[in-house]
């Protein structure tokens, strides 16, 4: 498949970039905020997710300023990763699909005797061009 790798290479870019905007907001919280690296971390990822509980909230101008640049890049990194995945499933489904319903396209014509089709063919022919007489 040509794009597979392209795919997997931008799930594997965006969950690097993901990682490392988890460190960089974790190390900020902690020294701006004073919080511990777990409750940063569940800061970042209510925020990133848009749940926002609203139990941890930065009180500096600091962490203000950095929750809305985390806001902008993490939920945009967040639906990428969310479309990348989504595109590498459609792509793996849809060869899967398409080999599928090839070998079932294979097997119903092997099945069906080429006479009776014939037979069918010309029967249906028949009934769409004969109009009823109108009385």
């Known amino acids: 498949m040509p794009y597979e790798g392209h795919t997997t290479r931008n799930i594997a870019m965006t969950v690097i970039l993901i990682l490392a905007l ?3 907001s974790m190390f900020f919280y902690h020294k701006f905020e004073g919080w511990g690296y777990l409750d940063a971390a569940y800061f970042i990822t209510a925020s990133i997710t848009t749940i ?9 101008d600091e962490g203000k300023l950095f929750t809305i ?5 993490g939920i945009s990194l967040a ?3 969310i479309a990348s995945i989504s595109s590498y499933r459609e792509k793996a489904i849809d060869k899967h699909m398409t080999d599928k319903f090839s070998l079932l396209k294979k ?3 092997l099945q069906r005797p080429p006479k009776e089709e014939k037979k069918r063919g010309k029967e249906r022919e028949k009934a769409f ?7």
């Open 22 to 24: 988890y460190a960089i």
């Open 52 to 60: 926002g509980y609203g139990d941890f909230v930065p009180k500096t």
């Open 69 to 73: 640049f985390l806001s902008f890049v």
């Open 79 to 81: 639906f990428l990763l």
């Open 107 to 109: 097997l119903s014509i």
């Open 129 to 135: 061009t004969k109009i009823p007489k109108a009385e």
